[in-house]
């Protein structure tokens, strides 16, 4: 099965092939999963200059695009890319995101399948007819969640009957490991400890999880909260509530931005990891806490159902409330806690690390092919 994976957003910091898949590691990532699966993958990307390179023996393609200016912003005419994939003969072009209406359409026209895998994009955005023009013949999409597909249907994103598969956007290389040398290497203590990872913005909801926190520690007075984060939008109400609360100052720490590698070891360390979201396209952080163990305590929106098997693995709570996140984490906390750490890693295992990643992407290739795609395909 050839398969050419075509990434149309170029990199504005003009950054050399090696350094981009570097800074960009979900691309040849989720490029080498499929391969592991079974396929033989080529990725395509629109770039400043023509390079070619190969990591774990996917090949990378950069082609340089000609540009014109109209209005603010340049405009891509998607000439050579779509040269360059059609001289590939795949069997099926599997594209990233929605917002590249000209190349999906260029694609489209090759007479080859292509899918369309969603990445945060939003249906009421910007050139909405446009981006329905250009997505019209497309063999199927993608989402982390089928309910985030409804909108695009009901908006008229895709033709009548397109299959729908839900797949992550991709996975991470976070692995799970020894839970005391873990605290020993950070410092983390608590029982239980809960970890944060996330922007302290509205969407995040920050306020409504430490709320939560603040009532758990009635029932669980030696609880600790682990605090990393990068946007500071809301810290100064943060640390408002924090002077105005001792107790809960006394178990909450604002850790601020942390490397990766860090991130990984307090993701081994955490017992429950909670956020707030509001929206999310796929959820990168409870991803990296599921592959460490820690057990998820988040919002009941597509992603977090979709990502958690709709609640099997931790709990899922009603947004902006903090009572319903106090009682879950309240809940969890009284049970066995190895019991959860078990459960999150098997079921990262089996859904969401890269090789169950790569087997679905397989199999949604192999249903377009064939047209084998209707137990697959329509939102539920």
């Known amino acids: 099965m050839q398969v050419v994976q075509v990434n149309c957003l170029r990199d504005h910091l003009r950054r050399s092939p090696a350094d981009l898949l570097d800074a960009w590691p979900t691309l040849a990532n989720v490029a080498g999963a499929a391969r592991s699966a079974g396929a033989d993958v080529t990725v395509v990307l629109s770039s400043h200059r023509d390079a070619t390179c190969e990591r774990e023996g996917v090949t990378f393609r950069f082609v340089s695009e000609r540009y014109w200016m109209r209005g603010p912003s340049p405009v891509c005419v998607p000439t050579r890319l779509p040269e360059v994939v059609n001289v590939l003969k795949p069997d099926v072009i599997h594209m990233n995101g929605f917002g590249f209406p000209l190349y999906a359409r260029a694609l489209c026209n090759q007479h080859v399948p292509v899918l369309a895998q969603h990445h945060g994009d939003n249906p009421y955005g910007r050139l909405r007819a446009l981006k329905r023009w250009g997505l019209a013949k497309i063999a199927a999409a993608a989402f982390t969640s089928h309910e985030q597909a409804l909108a695009f249907v009901a908006d008229r994103y895709f033709k009548p ?55 758990a520690l009635r029932i669980l007075p030696d609880a600790e909260f682990w605090c990393c984060y990068g946007d500071i939008h809301l810290l100064d109400r943060i640390r408002a509530r924090l002077a105005g609360d001792r107790l809960l100052a006394a178990h909450v720490h604002l850790l601020g931005f942390v490397d990766h590698n860090t991130i990984e070891q307090l993701c081994r360390a955490a017992d429950f990891f909670m956020l707030g979201s509001r929206e999310e396209s796929c959820g990168y952080a409870v991803l990296e806490a599921l592959a460490c163990g820690a057990t998820p305590i988040v919002s009941d929106i597509a992603a977090f159902r ?37 459960k999150a890693i098997a079921h990262f295992h089996k859904e969401l690390s890269f090789a169950g990643v790569g087997r679905k992407l397989v199999d949604a290739y192999e249903a377009i092919i064939t047209g084998h795609t209707k137990t697959l395909g329509k939102p539920r």
């Open 161 to 215: 009957g397109r299959p729908i598969f839900e797949i992550p956007e991709s996975s991470t290389r976070f692995q799970s490991g020894n839970l005391a040398a873990a605290r020993r290497a950070t410092g983390v203590h608590g029982s239980p400890v809960v970890l944060w990872v996330g922007h302290l913005n509205a969407n995040k909801d920050p306020l409504t999880i430490l709320e939560a926190f603040s009532q």
């Open 306 to 342: 979709a990502i958690t098997g709709k609640g099997a693995v931790g709990a899922l709570c009603k947004p902006g409330n903090a009572d319903s996140f106090s009682s879950a984490l309240i809940r969890l906390a009284s049970q066995p806690i190895e019991d959860h750490r078990a």
